[in-house]
């Protein structure tokens, strides 16, 4: 493997992704960057873990920065062939280098919806509930009674709808106020034979990096949406990023986030997406605001 190198795609519109489809058979404006993203997802979570393709691409896409990194990975396109009495080579060995996407990771803004509720589980991003009970019904049957429904909305679900943008108050937990605005880390994905060579902790420093040199990239302009979009009563209520960091962390990868600096919110407790358990992480970056946008 060569010396990898990673670019970063900020966000971009998606739009005609297909997500019933691989990254392969999309239309051909959707960014290089963006598929090969795709590319190690399908490979880790569709193929590896199983999530349903359908459910890969989400509509965070189009508004995150994601990063990728590749590898240079020669390959033999035409063996080498001998004379079979000499042992001299008639032909030598014809070879291609080529770049590899390898692994991939993104940074999802600020608005998020609500956290997710301890015990709750997802199924194509979507909230689902089971209470346990059984099913009264004459026609009971094991396969309705073990059906997730779909959760009741909340006082904060429905203040968080009602805003034009969904700044409204989330449940407070160890880490979070409820308010402060955060970006979110997410997709962390290395191919199986590249793991252990410290390429996902390449993309987080190029990430947190990024970050730290971009604090106000996604704080939202008041010039371009006013002040009443953004439900602001004055400057110090317009959200502004102030280095909150959270992470959705598969309960198997927290140790890996916790030698980055993040830290387990025991408040957030732990709930199931596509089946996996997941804890909330949180860290905070030491940003100074060179450049505030008013
Ligand atoms: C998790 C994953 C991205 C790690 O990629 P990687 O390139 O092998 O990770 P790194 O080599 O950069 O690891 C950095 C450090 O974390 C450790 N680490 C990596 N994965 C770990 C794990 N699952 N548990 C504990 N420690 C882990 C490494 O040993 C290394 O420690 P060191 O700095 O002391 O040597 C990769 O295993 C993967 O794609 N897994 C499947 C998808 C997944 O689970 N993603 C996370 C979703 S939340």
Wanted: aromatic letters at 8%; a negative charge.
């Amino acid at each position: 493997m060569g010396t990898p190198f990673i670019s970063l795609l900020e966000p971009t519109r998606l739009d005609g992704y297909d997500n019933t489809k691989p990254h392969t058979a999309q239309p051909a404006h959707i960014p290089r960057v963006f598929l090969d993203a795709m590319e190690v997802r399908e490979a880790v979570f569709v193929e590896e873990q199983k999530v349903p393709l359908a459910f890969e691409y989400d509509a965070d896409d189009a508004r995150s920065c994601h990063w990728v990194v590749y590898a240079s990975v020669n390959r033999t396109t035409e063996p080498e062939e001998r004379d079979p009495q000499t042992g001299e080579v008639t032909k030598p060995r014809k070879s291609e280098t080529r770049s590899v996407p390898i692994g991939t990771m993104r940074i999802v803004p600020f608005p998020h919806p609500p956290h997710p509720p301890s015990g709750a589980r997802y199924v194509g991003n979507v909230l689902q509930e089971d209470d346990g009970k059984e099913d009264d019904s004459s026609s009971h049957d094991n396969a309705t009674a073990a059906r997730p429904r779909a959760r009741t909305l909340t006082s904060v679900d429905t203040e968080r709808q009602a805003s034009a943008l969904p700044f409204g108050a989330d449940a407070p937990t160890t880490y979070h106020d409820g308010k402060e605005p955060y970006v979110k880390l997410g997709r962390l994905a290395v191919i199986p034979m590249f793991r252990g060579h410290h390429i996902a902790g390449q993309l987080w420093r190029a990430a947190k990096a990024w970050l730290e040199e971009h604090p106000t990239f996604f704080d939202p302009s008041v010039t371009e949406l006013g002040m009443d979009q953004l439900k602001a009563g004055g400057a110090g209520d317009i959200p502004k990023w102030n280095g909150l960091i959270c992470c959705h962390s598969q309960e198997s990868a927290v140790k890996l986030y916790e030698k980055w600096g993040f830290k387990v919110d025991e408040g957030m407790g732990k709930w199931y997406e596509e089946g996996i358990p997941h804890v909330g992480m949180f860290q905070r970056l030491n940003i100074k605001h060179m450049n505030p946008q008013v």
